[in-house]
């Protein structure tokens, strides 16, 4: 009998510890990703100055490049300028925004990306697709996951901890997008791949029941290390679909409707979890979703956002046209104005209580 298998496009390297940094240029050329040490690091003009600082003696053949923003412009302008100068691979140095840009141009000029993540706040970290401003709002290219994952906990601990949490909502809101993923299989027949809705569920899962906080290296790890799961799953599916369903639909609505307005995507996510783990009926556990993103300092209603209760019943409303062709529990109940009131209503009454 043949042996039937497949490949999973996974990071070579998954670096997770205190001083991660310091060992990247060891680190790349015991990989052989990069023995020559010819790197083009990507950083922010702004805060990334100081790790520019700290990397660079460790880094004497990289090339330095700033990145002023989060936008297909500054993507395409960082390809541009490392084109054809024969590095070994391109580094991000950075937040979610930096490391978007920086796989995004690796791809463009075909280079191995590694991501230095100096926050955890959302799972893009390691996943296959960069989410980019553009004239049109933001959009999601998709692109080469990271040959190489280094998340230093000394620098995560320097972020601000509202970024750490928002990683919480992130991780925690692959729960929904599995049942969301799920529910489709019933009802119109799409295929759910069994291994990534395993490793997703697994990250959210080990997020949500685990009883450390921010503080803990502990549970900084496991957060990591589901965001990092959390990508992996999406390159095995070959799409979002393992971490994005109502809740992800929620969010790109509030980022549509109130442009400038809303708060951190783990932070809109997470709320849309819990909101869309009610709407199936699963009160429980929309209620322990509640309970342990409140326990981290995360928002669980809209109004802790800055968003009134008729306003996230627009973008509940609104949500379903985000991603045409996506089926989730909105699209499935395909509720009236009137009937998501009442179901918010009913939400932020079982929440409060």
């Known amino acids: 009998m043949p042996v039937l298998t497949r490949l999973i496009p996974s990071p070579l390297v998954v670096d997770i510890h205190r001083g991660a940094m310091d060992d990247l ?3 790349l050329a015991d990989q052989r990703i990069s023995a020559s040490g010819k790197l083009a690091m990507a950083i922010s003009n702004g805060s ?3 790790l520019r600082e700290k990397l660079a003696p460790l880094l004497p053949d990289a090339d330095w490049y700033d990145v002023a923003d989060g936008t297909i412009d500054s993507a395409v302008r960082l390809a541009d300028e490392i084109k054809g100068k024969r590095y070994d691979a391109v580094v991000g140095v950075g937040g979610g925004k930096i490391i978007d840009v920086t796989k995004y141009a690796a791809a463009r000029v075909g280079l191995p990306m590694v ?4 926050n955890l706040s959302h799972d893009g970290i390691c996943s296959p697709v960069s989410i980019l401003d ?4 933001r959009g999601s290219y998709g692109v080469p996951s990271p040959i190489a994952m280094v998340i230093d906990l000394d620098v995560i601990r320097e972020a601000p901890a509202r970024f750490v949490r928002s990683g919480i909502g992130d991780a925690i809101s692959n729960i929904s997008a599995i049942a969301d993923w799920e529910l489709s299989h019933r009802h119109t027949g799409e295929q759910v791949d069994g291994l990534a809705a395993a ?3 697994t990250a959210g899962e080990s997020v949500l029941r685990h009883p450390g906080g921010v503080g803990d290296d502990e549970f900084l790890i496991v957060l990591a290390e589901a965001l990092v799961l959390s990508g992996i799953a999406m390159s095995i599916s070959g799409d979002t679909r393992p971490s994005s369903g109502a809740c992800h639909e929620i969010s790109h609505a509030f980022d ?3 442009p400038g307005r809303s708060a951190l995507h783990g932070e809109q996510v997470g709320l849309g979890a819990a909101f869309a783990m009610h709407l199936r009926g699963a009160h429980e556990q929309s209620g322990l979703f509640a309970e342990v993103l409140r326990g981290h300092g995360l928002p669980v209603l809209p109004e802790e956002i800055g968003f009134s209760a008729d306003e ?7 949500a379903p046209q985000t991603r ?4 989730t529990i909105l699209e499935h109940l395909d509720l009236s104005t009137d009937q998501i009131r009442d179901a918010y209503a009913d939400y932020a009454k079982t929440i409060r209580s």
């Not at 996230?312 to 609104?318: D, I, M, Q, T």
């Not at 045409?324 to 089926?327: A, E, L, N």
């Open 25 to 27: 240029a060891g680190l």
């Open 48 to 50: 990334g100055q100081a």
């Open 115 to 118: 991501a230095v993540a100096t």
């Open 134 to 137: 553009n004239d049109n709002g």
């Open 199 to 201: 490793m997703a569920r």
């Open 256 to 258: 549509l409707l109130f």
């Open 312 to 318: 996230f019943v627009r973008a509940v409303e609104y």
């Open 324 to 327: 045409p062709g996506r089926f």
